[in-house]
């Protein structure tokens, strides 16, 4: 699949680049090809989130987000029964997180705001209830 720079750094590019994803009962990882060490490791347990991002976000389909504590981590899979397989799985596998989000933002934080429901606060409350 295809995911997106998560922007760690406060300047710096936020491109999309393919990566070979790997999930497990307790991580969600990727990395450059497979079999080479994992680039990002993310905990079942900090995975607040699953949910669809909305086409208009980057102009791309089939698009996702991993909700994270700090930040989301936006993937485009290769086709619509791929991302609702990871959606799926994804989500089954972090229900027993005890701090699983009820709301969430359907859009990207771009240019200083959320594109769904316009707030500025990289931080603020989701506009959309979850699903599941």
């Known amino acids: 699949m295809i995911k997106r720079a998560q922007g760690r750094k406060r300047f710096g590019m936020k491109n999309f680049k393919k990566r070979w994803f790997r999930l497990t009962n307790h991580e969600?990882?990727?990395q450059k090809n497979k079999g080479d060490q994992p680039l990002c490791s993310i905990p079942i347990?900090?995975?607040l989130a699953v949910e669809r991002l909305e086409e208009e976000s980057f102009r791309m389909k089939n698009m996702f987000q991993v909700i994270q504590p700090e930040r989301a981590l936006y993937i485009q899979a290769n086709n619509c029964v791929e991302a609702k397989d990871w959606i799926d799985i994804l989500t089954k596998v972090s229900q027993c997180n005890q701090k699983?989000?009820?709301v969430y933002h359907p859009s990207a934080y771009l240019n200083g705001h959320w594109l769904?429901?316009?707030a500025s606060s990289d931080t603020a409350p989701g506009c959309t209830p979850c699903t599941g």
């Open 45 to 47: 347990e900090n995975i």
């Open 28 to 30: 969600f990882t990727y």
């Open 100 to 102: 699983r989000l009820t």
């Open 116 to 118: 769904c429901c316009r």
